[in-house]
């Protein structure tokens, strides 16, 4: 079943995983709405894509009431609805201090942006997601099960999105399934806006972590992102994927 004629909502599509995501859905013929707040970002990503279909960049600040507000009316104000919400958006914290050190206010920033942004921008896009049947995926990160020493902001928010996924799921079905993906380790060097674009510089060590043989590639949650959008994934909610080559299963011993 086509997914074309379909209007879709990604947070944070401007850069990485949210422009694999973009891409791939502007292919598949939807709508795609870039909620972006880097503007270079956006605009770059909305002048690169809109040879593959129709595509409208619409400055956005997820962790704003108001600016979340604006682009859900946007977005309906220019293609009559909502099928599927992306909440993409995401930052770490860029301290990377231990607990002892990590400021209030990077914490807030971080849960502000990672967390309540996927609630806020789910709030306003729900009456019109229902309407058309529709589903919300959201990103986490293996960071929601797994960690790495300083990444308590970042972790937490994470594990709260995957829980934030069936409890949505619970109280939006039937009419609206929401599923959450876990990547792991996505190398997204050339996915960036121009001025932060880099050629990817991964070692044979990297890949050889992963039991799939590779680091991940946006490509690949993008790719996955199209089957869960589907109406083929019809009897999937309240699910979180890990996507992450293996990784999060294999025991290491020093």
């Not at 593959?52 to 609805?81: H, M, Q, W, Y």
């Not at 996955?224 to 909610?237: D, K, N, Q, R, V």
Request: aromatic share 6%.
């Amino acid at each position: 079943m086509s997914l074309r004629g379909k209007v879709a909502i990604v947070t944070g599509g401007g850069q990485g995983i949210g422009k694999a995501i973009a891409k791939h859905f502007l292919e598949k013929g939807l709508s795609v709405v870039i909620a972006e707040i880097d503007e270079q970002a956006g605009r770059e990503t909305e002048a690169e894509y809109k040879p593959l279909g129709s595509i409208r960049f619409i400055p956005t600040d997820v962790a704003n009431e108001e600016s979340v507000k604006n682009v859900i009316r946007e977005t309906v104000d220019s293609f009559a609805g909502i099928d599927v919400l992306v909440n993409n958006a995401a930052r770490s914290d860029p301290e990377n201090n231990p607990i002892t050190e990590l400021s209030l206010e990077n914490w807030h920033r971080v849960l502000s942006i990672n967390l309540t942004g996927a609630f806020l921008c789910t709030k306003y896009s729900v009456p019109y997601l229902k309407k058309n049947q529709g589903t919300i995926i959201n990103i986490a990160s293996t960071r929601a099960l797994m960690s790495e020493p300083n990444t308590e902001a970042y972790s937490a928010s994470k594990g709260g999105i995957v829980a934030l996924t069936h409890a949505l799921a619970i109280s939006l079905g039937p009419e609206i399934r929401v599923n959450c993906i876990s990547p792991g380790w996505i190398d997204v060097s050339d996915w960036k806006k121009q001025a932060n674009r880099k050629t990817p510089q991964l070692t044979e060590q990297d890949h050889q972590q992963h039991p799939a043989g590779r680091v991940g590639k946006p490509e690949d949650i993008a790719s996955f992102m199209i089957y869960l959008a589907s109406p083929e994934a019809s009897f999937i909610t309240g699910e979180n994927f890990v996507i992450d080559g293996g990784m999060t299963k294999k025991m290491i011993y020093l």
